[in-house]
T-cell receptor
Framework: DADVTQTPRNRITKTGKRIMLECSQT?????MYWYRQDPGLGLRLIYY???????NKGEISDGYSVSRQAQAKFSLSLESAIPNQTALYFC??????????????FGPGTRLTVT | AQKVTQAQTEISVVEKEDVTLDCVYE???????LFWYKQPPSGELVFLIR??????QNEISGRYSWNFQKSTSSFNFTITASQVVDSAVYFC???????????FGTGTRLKVLA
């Protein structure tokens, strides 16, 4: 089974609808992230969380909110979806225990289309 | 400012050719970490390698090799004897010590033609 899972994998929704993307991990990592990927722009950070009580905005958090329900679960919500939120969304985890093992492990991605 | 530049937007090679993907980074920090990720057509992001700023040894893993040169702020990735399965978008990323942020390049799309 994959270490980082995302649901749904694909979603088409209409403008103004509320959408939740879910992420679960079995890697035991304390740090979790949400990114969006747009063609030609690489990955941009939306939110990150270093533990259940520590949630922080990334560079493009407007229009998004998150919830860290448990160490293993991190959800991203679009309160009122708009077409320019159409993108590929990735959840990622990393180990923040200070051993220099900072590589991120990514989920399979959620392709979201807002019409 | 921190930045990662992957100047090659797209590269096409014929199978069995060697290919090098360039990555140039900018940071003023002395402790940092560099990464390469692969994104195949299926879309997932796969971690390939991490390199710490204090370890300039080059690394080889099968057909993959990485050349880290602090003098030129580069962390280039070479695929030897490329295969069609190497076709993907490759991302280089930078993280400095003490920050949460990972800076990703815009990626290089590699097409390996049979």
């Amino acid at each position: 089974d994959a270490d980082v899972t995302q649901t749904p994998r694909n979603r088409i929704t209409k403008t103004g609808k509320r959408i939740m993307l879910e992420c679960s991990q079995t890697k035991g990592h304390d740090r979790m992230y949400w990114y969006r990927q747009d063609p030609g722009l690489g990955l941009r950070l939306i939110y990150y969380s270093f533990d259940v009580k520590d949630i922080n905005k990334g560079e493009i958090s407007d229009g998004y909110s998150v919830s860290r329900q448990a160490q293993a679960k991190f959800s991203l919500s679009l309160e009122s979806a708009i077409p320019n939120q159409t993108a590929l969304y990735f959840c990622a985890t990393s180990d923040g225990m200070g051993q220099g093992l900072y590589e991120q492990y990514f989920g399979p991605g959620t392709r979201l289309t807002v019409t | 400012a921190q930045k990662v530049t992957q100047a090659q937007t797209e590269i096409s090679v014929v199978e069995k050719e060697d290919v090098t993907l360039d990555c140039v980074y900018e940071t003023r920090d002395t402790t940092y970490y560099l990464f390469w990720y692969k994104q195949p057509p299926s879309g997932e992001l796969v971690f390939l390698i991490r390199r710490n700023s204090f370890d300039e040894q080059n690394e080889i893993s099968g057909r993959y090799s990485w050349n880290f040169q602090k003098s030129t702020s580069s962390f280039n990735f070479t695929i030897t004897a490329s295969q069609v399965v190497d076709s993907a978008v490759y991302f280089c990323a930078l993280k400095t010590s003490g920050t949460y942020k990972y800076i990703f390049g815009t990626g290089t799309r590699l097409k390996v033609l049979a």
